[in-house]
């Protein structure tokens, strides 16, 4: 019907326009016919129960195919502007109908995301191994997801741009609950499947499916850079339990060699350190198919282990040292070891500078003498690390056994005094306990 009603308004503009009397307005008049047809065949229309279907194409004939290709279209546009037909449907009606529309259009989404989310579900479940891209687990979920979200907000701004711009925060609602939902099934998994010889590929997998979820949202929903928190955090969740799933074994190796270090009193730390080191190297290639962002992540995640073990110890109180000597010999293994974790570290990806000076500090408090010479240490190393209490600095402080107790309440003193915040700082001393 619409595309012989072009044809014919097209005739009647090339054919009988030059035949009739231009007072007669012969286009208006067949254009204003056809209008008033269409309209009430249309009005009849809508009073039926319509089909998710029959609304969207109704709405997208009255609101986009018949103004856009029929009364906009190059051969017709300049003679039906001046008539001025209007819309097919009244304003009222047509609000209706985006309205169910948009419930439509949600509810559908809900259900092809869960159908999506509850298929790769039971992937896992029966250990099915995931794809390689790239060198890369890889899972469909992600782009399944990116595609459905997609396909409801084109089909949108297929009838209006404005309706796109409606459904588009209630689209990313629904994402919303859909990330929480993946969240709640991968802690499943990971708490269920743990015997399943694809776990750890699987686990992979999933924190891959991150980037293409957040780079999505912030580039092809054009959403702010500071995406809200409620989109942000389960995917934040997500893979940090993915990351404890696979560092647990690590962590678990690692965990007696450190204890080697209070139990020898510090007597060969380079040793140790270097089977620290070496354990950690060997457990490395295991982390090779995660995307080159997330493996950078991980080697943060364990160099920030590693120096916050070195601390836990560091802080023990069975080490005490009477002399300048001992603590002087004890800085420079800490300085050594430092410098040692922070060039393994960076050249296994970890790009975390905020941790360079949390030991080498540490040691310097530890050589000097002078109380004066250490509160000022002391006050620059809490702009750095501003989750350093005063239970840290006396565990720390325990170490040197030639210290009053009047000098180390002075220079506990000294983090009463606030002295600003670097921009750089993050939890380090808040995930160690002392006492």
């Known amino acids: 019907m619409g595309r012989t009603m072009k044809e014919d308004l097209e005739a009647v503009v090339e054919r009988l326009k030059p035949l009739f009397p231009a007072e007669l307005d012969v286009v208006a008049a067949y254009a204003e016919s056809y209008h008033e047809h269409f309209a009430a065949q249309l009005a009849a229309v809508a009073q039926f129960e319509l089909c998710e279907r029959d609304t969207y194409m109704l ?3 009255v609101q986009n ?7 906009n279209s190059p051969k ?53 191994a995931p794809q390689r891209l790239d060198g890369h687990c890889h899972s469909e979920l992600a782009i399944d997801v990116i595609q459905i979200i997609s396909q409801g907000q084109a089909k949108a701004e297929s009838i209006t741009l404005d309706l796109g711009v409606q459904i588009k925060h209630l ?15 991968f802690d499943e998994f990971l708490e269920r499947c743990r015997q399943l010889g694809n776990y750890r590929a699987n686990v992979i997998a999933n924190i891959n499916n991150c980037l293409s979820l957040r780079t999505s949202m912030e580039q092809k929903w054009q959403t702010p850079q500071d995406l809200p928190g409620h989109l942000l955090s389960p995917l934040s969740e997500l893979k940090s339990h993915g990351f404890d799933t696979l560092l ?4 678990g190796d ?31 290639p295991e982390f090779s198919e995660l995307h080159d962002c997330f493996r950078e992540e991980l080697a943060e995640v ?22 300048a000597e001992q603590q002087q010999q004890l800085a420079e293994h800490i300085l050594a070891n430092a410098d040692v974790i922070q060039r393994f570290c960076t050249q296994n990806g970890s790009s975390a500078t905020w941790l360079q000076h949390a030991l080498p500090k540490l040691a310097e408090v530890i050589r000097l003498q002078d109380p004066s010479a250490i509160k000022i240490e002391v ?29 180390v309440r002075s220079i506990r003193s000294i983090l009463d005094v606030s002295t600003g915040m670097h921009q750089s700082s993050k939890p380090l001393f808040s995930l160690i306990k002392v006492g």
């Not at 195919?65 to 009364?71: C, V």
């Not at 689209?171 to 099934?185: D, G, K, N, V």
């Not at 364990?302 to 002399?323: F, G, M, N, P, Q």
């Open 59 to 61: 709405l997208v004939w």
């Open 65 to 71: 195919l018949y103004p856009n290709d029929i009364i």
């Open 76 to 128: 017709l546009g300049g003679e039906l502007q001046r008539v001025q037909l209007g819309s097919l449907l009244p304003p009222r009606q047509i609000r209706l109908l985006e309205a169910t529309f948009l419930s439509n259009e949600v509810a559908s989404v809900r259900e092809l995301m869960a159908r999506a989310l509850e298929l790769e579900s039971q992937r896992w479940a029966r250990d099915v």
């Open 171 to 185: 689209l990313l609602l629904e994402l919303a609950t859909f990330l929480r939902s993946y969240q709640r099934a």
């Open 248 to 251: 647990q074994r690590l962590l």
């Open 254 to 284: 690692l965990k007696p060699l450190f204890k080697r270090f209070t139990q020898t009193r510090w007597a060969a730390p380079a040793q140790t350190l270097e089977e620290i080191l070496s354990t950690v190297a060997k457990r490395l």
């Open 302 to 323: 364990i160099h920030l282990h590693l120096v916050k073990e070195y601390i836990i110890r560091l802080s023990k109180s069975s080490l005490v040292l009477k002399t």
């Open 379 to 407: 006050a620059t190393y809490a702009t750095w690390y501003p989750d350093f209490s005063k239970g840290h600095l006396s565990a720390i402080l325990a170490i040197k056994g030639n210290l009053s107790s009047s000098e």
